[in-house]
């Protein structure tokens, strides 16, 4: 069954907000990836986490990897419409070999 | 060049068809995944390969079988689609160490089962 929560599961703003979103879980996690889906596309690694408390930033995103190994934040600053898509977290369990997936937050951008 | 294609991108079929699905891949890599995507539920994994000789369930692989004909390919069929079956289905690879384990996905295909 699902073991990440992610929320929210849509996000309506305007162009130049900020934007956040966050998974979490019950389980511990040794890594935490975060991924966009455009249209018709596949999902594209944005960030890539493995250590807890680890803050990354890429271009205008930046995500941590929560201290407690359960829990990982995505945030975009200053949204331009490009931003619009699917953003998913994904995150390995402890001794597991395979990914497990939120449910997505979708992004729509109201210019 | 794609890393990573899919054949085909759509594909509409009917009730109790064989339908095969195809992933192929240029990034060397030994792992393969095929997910399925629905509205609200995010990605969920039907098989995955580790490598050429290893092939495993994952959590909904009830109505589907792959087959890895290769490093480079591993394909996913449906013996008798049924309408419940209509998703979107992504295929990934994963790389070892050097790539921190993180997976790569292929654009797609849009299946319809009417």
């Known amino acids: 069954g699902q073991q990440l929560n992610q929320s929210p599961q849509s996000m309506f703003i305007q162009e130049g907000e900020d934007v956040s979103m966050n998974c979490t879980s019950s389980?511990?996690?040794?890594?935490w990836l975060w991924y966009k889906q455009d249209p018709g596309e596949g999902p594209v690694l944005l960030i890539a986490l493995y250590k807890a408390g680890e803050l990354t930033s890429n271009g205008r995103l930046t995500a941590q990897f929560g201290i407690t190994r359960k829990d990982s934040f995505l945030n975009i600053s200053a949204s331009i419409p490009s931003d619009v898509g699917i953003y998913f977290c994904?995150?390995?369990?402890?001794?597991?070999?395979?990914?497990?997936f939120g449910q997505g937050t979708r992004l729509t951008i109201n210019p | 060049d794609a890393d990573v294609t899919q054949t085909p991108r759509n594909r509409i079929t009917k009730t109790g068809k064989r339908i095969m699905l195809e992933c192929s891949q240029t990034k060397g890599h030994d792992r393969m995944y095929w997910y399925r995507q629905d509205p609200g539920l995010g990605l969920r994994l039907i098989y995955y390969?580790?490598?050429?000789?290893?092939?495993n369930k994952g959590e909904i692989s009830d109505g589907y079988s792959v087959s890895r004909q290769a490093q480079a390919k591993f394909s996913l069929s449906l013996e008798s689609a049924i309408p419940n079956q209509t998703a979107l289905y992504f295929c990934a690879t994963q790389g070892g160490v050097q790539t921190n384990n993180e997976q790569f996905f292929g654009p797609g295909t849009r299946l319809t089962v009417l």
């Open positions: 390969s580790f490598d050429v000789k290893d092939i």
């Open positions: 389980s511990i996690f040794n890594t």
């Open positions: 994904a995150g390995r369990i402890q001794g597991a070999q395979k990914l497990v």
